[in-house]
């Protein structure tokens, strides 16, 4: 099965720097990367997802890569504020096949962005 | 929020007891999915749905059971509860796999 190693598992930044947290999978049939921002107390909700035919997608402040034959995507957040404080997971998924139903989950990334 | 409830939404129960979660949502989407949440571990998929009567195991399926016999609705049963199934439990829905989940607001369980 799917295999998400997600760093760093905590990340403090200054209000205005950027933040990037990294994953890695390893099953290269995996074609859909999403990423979800959970606040404290709060559900997952989806911040932003790419598929295997993009290297990169952007909205507003927030962008992911994607590198298939590393096998490791990114989220770029720039401009950080108070309220990006979160805790981020990323999680991959295979198209098609056995498997093709689940998302396989990082165990997370606690941002602080220090006003 | 999507349309997508669960019940109940606190729930402290003996090791044991039978206990059923419910997940209930108004979007008519056909996946669906319970995940637990625990400090360290991230989500974990439990069982999913890709249809009425239509389930599948997820990675941590050992100790719970599924039903769904309408669009709507999901159900967890955890047969006889132990402490390990202490956690936090999502409901998620999906219109198509893969893609966007929308999650429920969660089911916290303690199981003494």
């Known amino acids: 099965g799917e295999n998400v190693e997600q760093h760093p598992s905590t990340l403090s930044v200054q209000e205005g720097d950027s933040a990037v947290i990294k994953c890695t999978y390893s099953d290269s049939a995996s074609n859909y990367f999403p990423w979800y921002k959970q606040e404290l107390g709060k559900r997952p909700q989806l911040i932003i997802d790419?598929?295997?035919?993009?290297g990169e997608k952007k909205d507003q402040r927030i962008a992911v890569t994607l590198n298939k034959t590393a096998k490791h995507f990114s989220l770029h957040i720039t401009e950080t504020q108070p309220e990006d404080s979160a805790v981020y997971f990323c999680a991959a998924s295979p198209i098609g096949g056995a498997g093709s139903y689940q998302l396989t989950f990082g165990k997370g990334t606690k941002l602080s962005v220090i006003p | 929020d999507a349309g997508i409830t669960q019940s109940p939404r606190h729930k402290v129960t003996e090791t044991g007891t039978p206990v059923t979660l419910r997940c209930h949502q108004t979007?008519?989407?056909?996946?669906m999915y319970w995940y637990r949440q625990d400090p360290g571990h991230g989500l974990r998929l439990i069982h999913y749905?890709?249809?009425?009567?239509?389930?599948d195991k997820g990675e941590v399926s050992d100790g719970y059971s599924v039903s769904r016999s309408k669009t709507e609705d999901f159900l967890l049963t955890l047969e006889s509860a132990t402490s390990s199934q202490t956690s936090v439990y999502f409901c998620a829905i999906s219109a198509q796999s893969p893609g966007e989940q929308y999650f429920g607001p969660g089911t916290r369980l303690t199981v003494t």
């Open positions: 979007e008519n989407h056909r996946y």
């Open positions: 749905s890709y249809g009425v009567k239509d389930t």
């Open positions: 790419i598929r295997s035919n993009v």
